[in-house]
């Protein structure tokens, strides 16, 4: 099966002008996923993990090397990398997505709203999109009295659900995980586990961090293990 996501070499670095310093995340790094599969990344703190799947999301620039992405019906692929910034929107829109342990908080907009979203911009009419955005806030144990208030006054827990509800609601073709499972209860991690579990069958390619990866280890396939890099001065 053709990879959904090449990396090619790719390496990332932060320059701290302030201290003179070059901090490298990670070097020449490459692999690759299909779809339907399942990566964990691993390796002690502050080696780069997140900073790896915001480069794949393209949040950060990388230094150098190529993010190779397969796009659908045979339209060729595209390089993460260097893409046009209208063209990592529309693939985030439609696409790739990001499931991080922090709500993107939106004033005044009520939390089955929030996740009804992504359904309302992909044409779902709006009484099924809130049908769809309460059964997810329902399985992953969010109370009902809250579905109408806003999410920016929930528990760290509540907004990880909402988050994960919101992320989760439309299959995308690639999924970035960012500890997702590390305010939620053992209720929530369950359906989450079950969530990603229906979507790997359904050929959506998941990269992500774990808190817990026991959590996940039935879904995971390969492991990539970042490996700590010297700390450099700049030239
Ligand atoms: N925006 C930034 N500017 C400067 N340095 C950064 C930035 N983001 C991350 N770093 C540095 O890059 C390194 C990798 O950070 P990152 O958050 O990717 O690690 P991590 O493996 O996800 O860590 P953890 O397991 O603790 O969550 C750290 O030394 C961090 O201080």
Do not use: C
């Amino acid at each position: 099966m053709e990879n959904l996501l090449t990396v090619d070499r790719l390496t990332k670095a932060f320059e701290i002008h302030h201290l003179g310093h070059i901090i490298p995340a990670f070097a020449t790094l490459s692999f690759s996923v299909a779809p339907g599969e399942f990566l964990l990344l691993s390796g002690p703190n502050g080696v780069g993990k997140s900073t790896l799947l915001r480069t794949l999301y393209r949040t950060y620039r990388p230094v150098s090397g190529h993010v190779w992405y397969t796009l659908p019906r045979g339209q060729g692929r595209i390089d993460l990398a260097r893409a046009a910034d209208i063209d990592i929107a529309l693939l985030r829109r439609r696409e790739i997505g990001f499931v991080t342990q922090f709500l993107t908080a939106r004033p005044r907009v009520s939390a089955e709203d929030v996740v009804a979203e992504p359904l309302l911009q992909a044409g779902t009419p709006l009484q099924e999109a809130r049908e769809e955005a309460r059964h997810w806030l329902e399985t992953f144990g969010v109370k009902r009295d809250l579905w109408a208030a806003y999410p920016m006054t929930f528990s760290g827990g509540e907004q990880q659900k909402v988050n994960l509800a919101r992320a989760l609601i439309r299959p995308q073709r690639l999924v970035l995980l960012d500890e997702p499972t590390a305010s939620l209860d053992a209720q929530a991690r369950g359906a989450l586990v079950a969530r990603l579990a229906d979507l790997k069958a359904g050929g959506v390619a998941m990269i992500g961090v774990f808190h817990h990866p026991g959590d996940v280890e039935t879904l995971v396939d390969r492991e990539i293990r970042l490996q700590p890099m010297e700390m450099a001065n700049v030239a």
